[in-house]
């Protein structure tokens, strides 16, 4: 798939079958995401596969969205601790930017490989925590299951007119 093909097939997905993506596929996808940018090349984000179908029912179930992604086969978390990052000059932490980098990284690569996902941030993230004994340090923004989809969607659409956003020069 070509690169803008890819940005226009990305789509969340929310019904998938049972299907288990290959372990060539999750190491190709999570080395996309190492390649991705960071502060620094600090390189904080780490990433927790749950593959096991106990543990993947266990956080489906606390995420508690649970009309959605019944039979996901996989769930990737995105970790970071908030320590391997910086702090910009207005003193915000930036982490949570070097997180958003290295997911979408994972999520296009997904798709690049015919898979499906869906970025998930409403959720309990210390019972995520708790289940998959991530300590304390590290945050997680972010989930997305893995698999394949039962619901195939169309291109991206619905977005704001291109007009709108583009600023030349000056706001
Ligand atoms: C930061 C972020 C958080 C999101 N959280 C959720 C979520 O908790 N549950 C969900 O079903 N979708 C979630 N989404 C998916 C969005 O609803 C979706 O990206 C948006 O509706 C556009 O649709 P598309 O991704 O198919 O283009 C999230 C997306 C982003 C980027």
Redesign the pocket.
């Known amino acids: 798939m070509d690169f803008y093909e890819v940005i226009k097939n ?3 997905h ?1 019904f998938y079958t049972t299907e288990i993506p290959s372990d060539d596929q999750i190491e190709r996808i999570i080395n996309a995401a190492r390649l991705a940018p960071t502060w620094g090349n600090r390189q904080g984000m780490e990433y927790v596969i749950v593959k096991n179908p106990e543990l993947v029912k266990t956080v489906w179930e606390a995420i508690g ?1 649970t009309e ?1 992604f019944v039979n996901a086969p996989i769930f990737i978390v995105g970790i970071i601790p908030e320590s391997k990052s910086g702090i910009n000059n207005s003193g915000e932490k930036y982490y949570p930017v070097d997180f ?1 980098i290295c997911f979408e990284h994972l999520i296009l690569t997904a798709t690049a490989e015919g898979l499906a996902t ?6 309990n993230e210390p019972k995520i925590k708790d289940i998959l004994n991530i300590p304390n340090r590290y945050r997680i923004l ?1 989930l997305t299951p893995l698999g394949y989809t039962a619901k195939p ?1 169309g291109e ?1 659409r ?1 977005r704001v007119p291109l007009e709108t956003i583009i600023h030349y020069d000056k706001f």
């Open positions: 990305r789509r969340s929310r969205q959605k958003g869906c970025w998930i941030g409403y959720f972010g969607k991206v619905n």
